[in-house]
């Protein structure tokens, strides 16, 4: 559930802070006084895009976080494991400067907005006040039945499965229509396989042969830098005299005479250590001129193979690094040309494609026809209790001409809001009232079947009154002893039911020498609430009659 939002300079909100409490709660106010702001904070936070129209006026930035709970051993949980996040809990974190740019985070680390999308899709769903018009489009009806069937993974593998068949079909196709260019690319690419498997080209190898090839290049520089300094060092290495044995010489006599200064052996010690080092190097200078040949033959083979491999770097236009990769592209290529020009096997693989779909296309199918005989039933049954009695409700499937991404089916609401009346699309049927209701239950409806623990409606009672709206709330408080439930309302019979209530307002202040506007919101406690809900039941004027009626639709 949402523990916490904190919200800085977002439209007309300047700072707020609120905490959250389980069950359900109703967000009241006046019109425009900024309650449905908060759901776009909250919609912020989830991953929704924005630009720099959310910053509040003068601001250099705007900021939301969301805190939820998190439960050991939830899906959340796992993915957050998954993720490499934190799993103690679930901060949402979004800041979107003046200019327009946004930055993500999730538990304090860098996040990408589809990581926030993903987390959201384990924490909240909103369902806005406009919702209920997406309902007359195929498209969302198809979801909200997969939702509900709890089928979304199982279309979205559909889909998945229904562009393999249709790129097979494809590729099918236009190896048929061009087989005399893919022959001339396929000839071409056979010569340059070939060429690169001649080469034999290996990256270690290479590194290997750069790094000889220099050593043999610079072998003569080597020996004489080595015999120099051979010559220097020991006697018998040159015409000069030898510098080991003198040196050896004076340490000897500097040792000696420590004996008669004390203060002479941190000097005598530096020098006998110095000479031991350049006695070690003589030593491996000798060992190294041992191992040291010129050696034209194999450093004219490596100069070849230095040429070969830059040649065929130059002619693919890649560094020599780069030449495996090439090759693999060139092989991959050549096997994708071969096979196509393999009619039978195109056909093959076409053919078990469209069987892969098939398969998954008719579960779904079946998932779908599940779920549809149960929300026709349990909307129907709504919509008794919404006043439209008699009325009916039917998902209906109808097989499609041709398969799709969507599946084997077009998805199609039916509904009739008397007893008697014909079925017909909701799109053709519904009037405004009576589709708010029918949204309204669907939506209510489709949310139960969902895990997510935090359920927001922002306005979604838009179009209702009277004992309709009473029942809405019954609704919403129904669903909120399981979940966490929000409600952005007008309606003092929605307010009423709420476990807990908060009253948002506008007010103006002076900031600096200009009047600017922010909102504010007030946790009402049970004398606020009655004052509040007689506000919603009596306008401007609250009379004591009124304030009776509050409280006797509040219980208190």
């Not at 018009?133 to 229904?162: F, K, T, W």
């Not at 220099?214 to 290495?237: M, W």
Request: hydrophobic share 50%; net charge negative; with cysteine.
């Amino acid at each position: 559930m949402l523990l916490r939002l904190v919200i800085r300079d977002f439209v007309i909100v300047d700072r707020l802070e609120l905490e959250f409490a389980a069950g359900f709660g109703a967000l009241t106010g006046e019109t425009g006084a900024g309650k449905s702001i908060l759901v776009d904070a909250l919609s912020l936070a989830l991953g929704e895009r924005a630009d720099a129209s959310v910053v509040r006026n003068g601001a250099e930035k705007a900021e939301v976080s969301a805190e939820f709970a998190v439960t050991p051993g939830t899906p959340l949980a796992d993915w957050l494991a998954a993720n490499d996040f934190d799993t103690d809990t679930c901060i949402l974190r979004r800041i979107v400067d003046a200019g327009g740019r946004s930055r993500a985070y999730l538990n304090g680390a860098a996040a990408t907005l589809g990581q926030l999308r993903e987390a959201a899709d384990f924490l909240a769903d909103i369902h806005g006040q406009h919702a209920h018009h997406s309902l007359l489009r195929a498209d969302a009806q198809r979801a909200l039945l997969d939702a509900h069937a709890g089928a979304q993974s199982l279309a979205r593998d559909v889909a998945a499965a229904h562009a393999v068949w249709r790129n097979a079909s494809a590729a099918r196709q236009a190896a048929e229509k061009d087989v005399a260019a893919s022959t001339r690319e396929r000839e071409l690419l056979e010569w340059q396989v070939k060429e690169f498997a001649a080469l034999a080209f290996d990256a270690q190898e290479w590194q290997e042969t750069e790094q000889e090839q220099r050593r043999l290049a610079h072998a003569a520089s080597l020996l004489e830098a080595s015999d120099a300094a051979l010559a220097v060092l020991d006697e018998g290495q040159g015409d000069g005299a030898a510098a080991l044995p003198a040196l050896q010489h004076a340490s000897a006599r500097l040792t000696e005479l420590t004996d008669y200064d004390a203060a002479l052996g941190e000097a005598a010690e530096l020098f006998d250590s110095a000479l031991i080092q350049l006695q070690e190097s003589a030593l491996a200078l000798r060992r190294y001129r041992e191992r040291l040949d010129l050696d034209p033959a194999l450093l004219s083979e490596l100069d070849a193979r230095i040429d070969a491999v830059t040649q065929m770097a130059r002619k693919h236009r890649a560094a020599p690094e780069e030449l495996t990769a090439v090759h693999a592209r060139l092989a991959a290529r050549l096997s994708e040309l071969t096979f196509a020009a393999d009619p039978a096997a195109l056909a093959e693989r076409e053919q078990l494609a469209a069987a892969a779909f098939g398969t998954l296309a008719k579960r779904l199918t079946a998932e779908r026809t599940r779920a549809a005989k149960a929300l026709s039933k349990t909307v129907s049954a709504a919509m008794q209790d919404l006043a439209m009695a008699g009325g009916r409700f039917e998902v209906a499937l109808s097989p499609l001409a041709e398969a799709a991404s969507c599946g084997l089916e077009a998805v199609e609401f039916l509904v009739t809001a008397n007893a008697g009346q014909p079925l017909r699309p909701l799109a053709k049927v519904a009037s405004g009232g009576e589709l708010s209701r029918i949204g309204l239950a669907l939506q209510v409806i489709a949310s139960q079947s969902h895990a997510v623990g935090t359920l927001i409606f922002d306005e979604v009672d838009v179009g209702i009154g009277g004992r309709v709206a009473e029942i809405v709330g019954q609704m919403l408080k129904q669903l909120g002893t399981d979940r966490q439930v929000l409600c952005v309302t007008h309606l003092a019979q929605v307010a009423a039911r709420a476990d807990w209530q908060w009253s948002i307002a506008k007010e103006t202040r002076n900031e600096n020498g200009s009047v600017a506007t922010v909102s504010r919101v007030t946790p009402l406690d049970p004398d606020g609430r009655v004052e509040e809900v007689a506000r919603m039941l009596g306008g401007v004027k609250i009379t004591d009659t009124t304030r009776r009626h509050a409280r006797e639709m509040l219980g208190i």
